[in-house]
Nanobody
């Protein structure tokens, strides 16, 4: 069992930056692929970024590539999402998730992730 708690959301102006954190409980954090997703009301949850168990591989949605960076610190059981050059269309609830499976096969699949956090709101004003 893994429990995930996100933090770091808030209100920021367009062009600004935020850093989201996701703290995980449990000894097996380092064995999970970690992902960030986001959701706006009335729309499906969408993939943002994923990182392999050891941090060697990352993958991003085209909409955030070059602006967002995912990283992890297995010693601290924490995964991060650094968000730069934020746009109003980045406004959403952001969720972190843990996947006990293949990074290369399932990294973008919402239905493949085993554990989810409660989400943190990010609002970007124009």
């Amino acid at each position: 069992q893994v429990q995930l708690v996100e933090s770091g959301g808030g209100l920021v102006q367009a062009g600004g930056s935020l850093r989201l954190s996701c703290a995980a409980s449990g000894r097996t954090f380092s064995s999970y692929v970690m992902g960030w997703f986001r959701q706006v009301p009335g729309k499906e949850r969408e993939f943002v970024a994923a990182i392999s168990w050891n941090g060697a591989s990352t993958y991003y949605a085209d909409s955030v590539k070059g602006r967002f960076t995912i990283s992890r610190d297995n010693a601290k059981n924490t995964v991060y999402l650094q968000m730069n050059s934020l746009k109003p269309e980045d406004t959403a609830v952001y969720y972190c998730a843990a996947l006990a499976g293949s990074f290369f096969i399932a990294r973008i699949r919402t239905d493949a992730y085993n554990y989810w956090g409660q989400g943190t709101q990010v609002t970007v004003s124009s």
